[in-house]
């Protein structure tokens, strides 16, 4: 099947990218210990509180044994480490993306991509870096999208199936075979480049679709993705 070539883009916008990656990382660094320290402070109370209610125990009953003692810091440490540790912070799978909000779903794809990317080949940084930007840019659009429309569904299909089968279809073939040409000439590493930067384009697509409010142009164009990827695998 002949090869669709994906828009060039400038290394400006590459470099823009990156920077814009490296934001939205440091902002997710962040939250992340932001999250810890709600959970350490809700442990810490928790602690407090089953000491305060063994103390007031011991002054109603006038003192606590030995055993018991023993028993009321056992617990305090148990739920103290317990929440300490639990729930820990959330990292999309495949089948959470599948079942994300509409409104989270942009957020839950970067980093789920994000998690990827050490199993990548580094040619497909660029088109990571773009794909992360344009998510960034799509995903306000999707908290006003209707989530049983046509456009909604497309967007699902896009960045719950298309984009995680194309990098688990990379990520299974053997590491040895990863720089041997296909079927159509191309490695399995310039097939996966090469569809990165195909859905760029569609991410872009899309949100410049919806801007427009453009929702049938939307709803057409995952028949583009069908032919390109299905029809691939089948020739494989």
């Known amino acids: 099947m002949a090869q669709v070539p994906a828009r060039r883009v400038s290394q400006e916008i590459i ?7 490296a934001a939205r990382l440091y902002t997710a660094r962040k939250e992340r210990w932001a999250f810890r320290m709600r959970r350490l402070r809700r442990a810490f109370l928790a602690l407090a509180a ?7 125990t011991a002054l109603v009953v006038g003192g606590l044994s030995f055993a018991t003692t023993t028993l009321v810091t056992l617990l305090g440490l148990g739920v103290f480490c317990l929440l300490a540790i639990y729930p820990s912070a959330p990292r999309p799978r495949t089948g959470d993306l599948q079942g994300a909000e509409l409104a989270e779903l942009a957020g839950s794809t970067e980093i789920w991509l994000e998690s990827k990317r050490r199993a990548l080949p580094n040619a497909a940084v660029d088109a990571i870096d773009m794909i992360g930007v344009r998510l960034e840019q799509l995903g306000p659009q999707l908290e006003t999208l209707e989530p049983s429309g046509p456009a909604a569904r497309e967007v699902r299909k896009l960045l719950s199936e298309h984009l ?4 688990e279809s990379y990520t299974r073939i053997p590491a ?3 720089a041997k040409p296909g079927a159509g000439g191309l490695t399995p590493s310039e097939q996966l480049v090469d569809g990165l930067c195909v859905i760029s384009d569609e991410i872009e697509a899309m949100s410049e679709d919806l801007s427009r409010n453009d929702v ?5 164009r995952g028949r583009f993705l069908e032919t390109k990827y299905v029809e691939a695998r089948e020739e494989r």
């Not at 470099?15 to 990656?21: M, S, T």
């Not at 089953?50 to 007031?56: H, R």
């Not at 049938?216 to 057409?220: E, P």
């Open 164 to 167: 995680p089968s194309l990098v």
């Open 50 to 56: 089953i000491f305060v209610a063994a103390l007031a």
């Open 15 to 21: 470099r823009a990218a990156r920077r814009q990656r």
């Open 176 to 178: 040895s075979l990863r």
């Open 216 to 220: 049938d142009a939307l709803a057409t």
